[in-house]
């Protein structure tokens, strides 16, 4: 993990808990759905309707957090307790990111490992290649 903070900057230290609470962003902005994915944190953002330049700064800071250390496919919901802490930018920018992006890179990359090791299916020709999708932060790994 060391040499993860290392290459991505992310804090890698403190506790990861977060208290359960209602989101304004949420209320605010994403009323309408039942659990916020990346891809309705892309339109909402590409609407460009804040009320405030702040919410936009607020709403575009989780969607680079889950584009980026947090990717995943577009369709997963983002945990309503990342949009309560976004509502505090000095407790989002002290939080420990880089635990978090480090278990989800881990935890991704051992079950892809694992569902290709109990995988039987065989290349139907030399060309063709195993191809994985691996969520988290699996760049910082190449680095």
Known sequence: MYEFYLITGLK??????????????ISRYFSAVRGVSRENLELQISNAK??????????SLLYILFCIP???ASSVKIDPTFFSLADNLDAFNDFPWGVIAWEAT?????????????????????????????????HALLV
Not at 16 to 25: I, M, Y
Not at 50 to 59: E, I, T, Y
């Open 12 to 25: 890698c230290v403190g506790s990861t808990h977060l208290p359960v609470v209602e989101s304004r962003l």
């Open 50 to 59: 804040f009320d405030n330049d702040d919410d936009a700064v607020k709403l």
């Open 70 to 72: 947090l990717s995943n």
């Open 106 to 138: 881990r935890a991704a990359i051992c079950n892809t490992v694992e569902n290709r090791m109990s995988s039987t299916r065989l290349p139907k020709t030399k060309f063709d290649k195993a191809r994985y999708s691996i969520p988290g932060f699996p």
